[in-house]
């Protein structure tokens, strides 16, 4: 059936709907995810577009030269580490670059020898994989509900909620300025205002939108950008502020993790409870098992 004949088929029936019945059935039709096998390619193949864009605005490390400590961090390793985002290259688009010799998987242990290792990759965003776990797995229907994404860097999690899921408000957080006007230039392009907003702000001036908020997502967010100190008082200020009762925190790595080794008085049990996830939803494909046990979800007591 041709998209002219579908269309009058599908109006046909809603006229034949119980005009009491009506409202809900175009509320379900407007916030369903009964749909999604029939929009997930287009939804993909938008944020691989989205990608190619970011791409052509980025330097292959993805660093941008106001990212200091950033970069002295990743430097300071004891591996040898390259940061390689995984919203922009995924492991066949690294393979191309390997063998375009424009990338490397491999560092040599002494110069001028053949005696080599593999090179530590890190990344600061979401895969598409990740991404659509996140929102087909991990969260439940967010109709109605505010998210926030604190360090939105590129903006991977709020194109995805956008794409994904049915959530009302997708709020992005983000101190570098760069990256704010890159957000900003997809979000126009792609048209997705009425429901996008990025702050360029410190999380820590936004008390009244994390105690709103219905989902929190931090990817990574504060170990590589911030000081031991400064990561200490904004971990205090999440805990202070995302207590919406019921509300979803979702972190990467765990909470537990990120707090190990920082000076803080926060205590996870009376806060938060870690909600067990089945990170083998994508049997027989070739994913990165070990990047989705990064991800973790707790709720707010």
């Not at 903006?155 to 760069?178: F, H, M, R």
Request: glycine share 4%.
């Amino acid at each position: 059936m041709e998209f002219r004949s579908a269309r009058g088929a599908i109006l046909q029936l809603l006229r034949t709907v119980a005009p009491a019945d009506l409202p809900a059935l175009l509320e379900w039709m407007r916030t369903t995810r009964d749909f999604d096998e029939f929009t997930q390619d287009n939804n993909d193949s938008i944020l691989k577009n989205i990608a190619e864009d970011l791409r052509n605005c980025l330097p292959l490390e993805t660093m941008l030269s106001s990212e200091r400590l950033a970069l002295q961090k990743i430097q300071q390793r004891p591996e040898p580490t390259v940061h390689v985002d995984a919203f922009l290259y995924d492991e066949d688009f690294i393979d191309s670059l390997c063998e375009e010799g424009k990338m490397s998987r491999n560092y040599c242990m002494v110069c001028g020898s053949h005696q080599t290792a593999p090179l530590g990759f890190i990344s600061h965003s979401f895969s598409l994989m990740e991404l659509k776990f996140i929102y087909h797995h991990v969260l439940p229907d967010l109709s109605g509900k505010l998210l926030v994404d604190v360090g939105s860097r590129l903006g991977t999690v709020i194109y995805g909620g956008y794409l994904y899921s049915s959530a009302l408000q997708l709020y992005g957080v983000e101190l570098n300025g760069d990256f704010c006007q890159l957000q900003e230039m997809i979000i126009k392009k792609y048209q997705f205002t009425d429901r996008i907003k990025v702050l360029h702000a410190d999380i820590c001036t936004q008390d009244a939108l994390l105690q709103n908020a219905d989902v929190v997502i931090m990817n990574n967010v504060f170990e590589y950008f911030l000081d031991e100190v400064e990561q200490a008082r904004a971990w205090e200020y999440i805990s202070h502020n995302v207590r919406k009762q019921g509300s979803l925190l979702v972190t990467v790595p765990s909470i537990e993790e990120s707090l190990s080794g920082l000076q803080v008085n926060i205590q996870l049990s009376p806060w938060v409870e870690e909600v067990p996830l089945n990170y083998d939803v994508y049997p027989g494909k070739d994913i990165d098992r070990e990047a989705l046990e990064q991800i973790h979800l707790y709720k707010i007591l």
